[in-house]
């Protein structure tokens, strides 16, 4: 693994010293000697990854965290923080001003290596799902994630307790309660099962568990996709260097050394579940621009990318299996006086409710799509045009007997639509042919007066 790593420090020798060990694991290195440079730098998105020195001349290392955390552009850049300050006030000073994590001088290389390869392994989860969301949003993104985590992180998190000392596992619930949801279970199986089953944002785990291995547990954890990214936190003890060591490189996220400082393990569970809304709030982005690409945002349903798409397969699915496809084109009649005379409003308020009104019409197995401006089309599987004709006539009707409401409920006007419909013919069929057939009988029900229904079999 490799990735750019900018190490921040005003002491020339410092960065000499971390520069050399990163470079020997093949890590990119930057180097800023002061606060100012280092925001530079991550503005423009030269590293993946900082290690921020505390003590600095000017800005030092907290500022320039905070502010880090406070750009929208940069706030995904998981900050180490590296100073020689080994009290957990310090630790939790550097965590409340967003750090990711903390390291105390002299700098124990597998602890930072590891820290480091954890870190740009989330680094790279979230690279990858801001790239995707990007793709569907032209600007505004890291904005409108700020805005989300704003309003996320005055709700109330739920944590998931894994330890079975009541002694140990009362203080971290007296302790987390203060801001969370905590449950606790003192069973590993048992806790495994819950975690996939419930909506937790951090698991506690205790490497003191009772004659079962904690890195087995958080190695099942990994495991199972519903838990995969879940965030894992241990409460360790203090000569468990190189079994945190092995746990961090296996996709933990952070630890906490007893005796646990409460203040730190408020921050740190925190910190961890700060990242995790972030991560989920760009899914939930992503998800949203994959909608967006099938989906028509002004009636909901399916548009002519994903229409176009859809109808080759369908027709394949029919001709091989020999069973019958319809497909209907549903023409808005006289559209563009709706338009002219009522508003661009009141046209758009048309073709919302007409499109709620076909959904109702349609079987489950139907796919209805605006295929573009008043026009829409309705595949229909296992569907012949006799069948399809009484459906499109059903449809016709109800739209014509039913007024629409436009301009907020204050106004009502007439709708009627013409459909042309076709169905599959042959072997030597082709979706492009059926689609042409249901354009071109559409045309005739509107040369023939509109508001009626036209088969290409008539």
Known sequence: MTARVLVVD????????????????????????????????????????????????GMDGFEVCRKLKADPATMHIPVIMVTALDQPSDRVAGLEAGADDFLTKPVNDLAMLTRVKSLVRLKMVTDELRLRAESGKENGLDQLLLDNLTTKSSSRGKVLVVDDRVSSYERVVQTLSREHDVSVITDPQEALFAAAEDEFEVVVISTSLEGFDALRLCSQLRSLNRTRMLPILLLANPDEDAMLIRAIDMGVNDYVVRPVDQNELVARVRSQIKRSRYNDSLRDSVQQTMEMAIKDGLTGLNNR??????????????????????????DIDHFKQVNDTHGHDAGDDVLREFAGRISKIVRNLDMACRYGGEEFVLLMPDTDIQLACIVAERMRREIAAHPFVIHGGTKQINITVSVGASCIEGANDTSAALLKRADEALYLAKRNGRNQVVSDAA
């Open 10 to 57: 005003d002491i020339a020798a410092n960065i000499k010293l971390l520069e050399a060990r990163l470079m020997a694991e093949y890590f990119q290195v930057f180097t800023a000697t002061n606060g100012p440079d280092a925001l530079e730098i991550c503005a423009r998105g030269q590293c993946d990854i900082v290690l921020l020195d505390v003590m600095m001349p």
């Open 305 to 330: 990318r994903y229409f176009d798409g859809h109808l080759s397969s369908a027709f394949e699915k029919a001709r091989e299996g020999n069973r019958p496809l319809s497909l209907l084109i549903v």
